[in-house]
């Protein structure tokens, strides 16, 4: 399960980067695409962490580029994204990765980030991630986090 309550309030600005040791599981289409024992996650006030995941998480032809997808963090640099693909079911753009990031977050080079939104499942040692509000940031909101999260309607300019 989830650790002590984490208040999003409380993350800093600019973000951090912090190692988590915990399993975490990613479904979509009815299968598992993705599973490890560890990764990082990107704290950053009134955001729920998001969670990068090493590349060697994902199963074979889970990931598509998405052609013509890139966006600019100020904080982690260039990213690309991927379709996330199971079966006939395709997630498009649901995941994106820092292929160059800022020397702050080197650490994620190449490490993948989700959407939960269009996975049928996403889980944190354990507990069941809800979405982060809205269809802009990929946050991860597991049952510890609490405060006021950035993304719903009226929030995006905080």
């Known amino acids: 399960m989830a650790s002590k309550s984490e208040n999003v309030a409380d993350y800093p600005r600019p973000p951090a980067l912090e190692r988590v040791d915990l399993a975490i599981v990613v479904e979509f289409g009815g299968k598992r695409v993705a599973e490890t024992q560890w990764g990082y996650r990107v704290l950053e006030t009134f955001h729920p962490p998001t969670y990068y995941l090493p590349p060697s998480a994902f199963t074979q032809g889970s990931l598509v580029p998405a052609s013509g997808r890139s966006s600019f963090c100020e904080w982690k640099g260039r990213a690309r ?18 292929p160059d990031p800022t020397p702050r977050f080197a650490d994620i080079r190449d490490f ?26 990929g946050g991860w909101v597991t049952s510890n986090i609490t405060g006021p999260i950035k993304g719903a309607p009226g929030t995006n300019h905080w």
Do not use: K
């Open 81 to 98: 994204y991927f379709d996330v693909v199971s079966g006939d079911q395709t997630a498009e753009a649901a995941a994106w990765c820092y």
């Open 112 to 137: 993948i980030a989700l959407y939960a939104e269009p996975m049928d499942r996403c889980i944190v040692g354990g507990d069941v991630v809800q979405p982060q509000p809205g269809n802009f940031y």
